[in-house]
């Protein structure tokens, strides 16, 4: 149980182009997603938080108009990456938390970003 | 302000012999606290938490750790290496208040065989 899924798991593209990440929560309804970012060698940093129908809660220094999330339902939340720069490229991280068990986050495997 | 704190990017143990990765925080009020493994290009797995209750809690893979309020550490532990432990291993805690998850900065542990 508790599984979560991220597509796709790599993606290159060019740079000014927009990328969308889609993370799904396979087996459970998600009451709340996160997105984290993940640079080499670092620990997680905290992107955003969303709710289901609501708009998502950025971190101090995250540009809601870069990163734009969508949670239009309780098993899926899209990040997309809006003209894309080679600084954008990192490994980008969704995780849900489940009714009941809203302490506990689980975590997606991961979409690694290459922006050239 | 939240935080997290592991003192060793690096820990090294023979096949076979016990293993502790360690982590203190600082948190105001009581904290729930956690710990994840990291495998190269994954995600992060669920290893454990800690709520409420019995101070030593279990978790996956034959992993534990011990809530230590006095000291405010949770250090990992498990009592025999395996080669297929060697990974990446946060440890994170977050406010009861709150659900969000502030990480340390990972501890890479090399099970030698």
């Known amino acids: 149980g508790a599984v979560v899924s991220q597509h796709p798991s790599w993606v290159i593209c060019k740079s000014g182009t927009s990328v969308k990440i889609e993370c799904r929560s396979l087996?459970?309804?998600?009451?709340?997603m996160f997105w984290y970012r993940q640079f080499p060698k670092q620990s997680l940093m905290l992107m955003a938080t969303?709710?289901?129908?609501?708009?998502?809660?950025?971190e101090q220094g995250v540009e809601k108009d870069k990163f734009l999330i969508n949670h239009a339902s309780l098993t899926l939340s899209t990040l997309t990456v809006t003209s894309a720069h080679p600084e954008d490229s990192s490994f980008y991280i969704c995780?849900?938390?489940?009714?009941?068990?809203?302490?506990?986050?689980?975590f997606g495997p991961g979409t690694r970003l290459l922006v050239l | 302000a939240q935080s997290v704190a592991q003192p060793e990017d690096q820990v090294n143990v023979a096949e076979g012999n016990p293993l502790t990765v360690k982590c203190t925080y600082s948190v105001s009020g009581n904290p729930y606290l956690f710990w994840y493994v990291q495998y190269p290009n994954r995600g992060l797995q669920f290893l454990l938490k800690?709520?409420?209750?019995?101070?030593l809690v279990k978790g996956s893979y034959g992993f534990e750790a011990e809530f230590n309020k006095s000291q405010t550490s949770f250090h990992l532990k498990k009592p025999s290496a395996l080669v297929s432990d060697s990974a990446l291993y946060f440890c994170a805690v977050s406010p009861q208040e709150a659900n969000n998850l502030f990480f340390g900065t990972g501890t890479r542990l090399t099970v030698i065989p």
């Open positions: 995780s849900a938390t489940s009714l009941g068990q809203e302490e506990t986050q689980y």
């Open positions: 087996d459970f309804q998600a009451t709340t």
């Open positions: 969303s709710n289901e129908g609501s708009k998502a809660t950025y």
């Open positions: 800690y709520i409420t209750g019995d101070n």
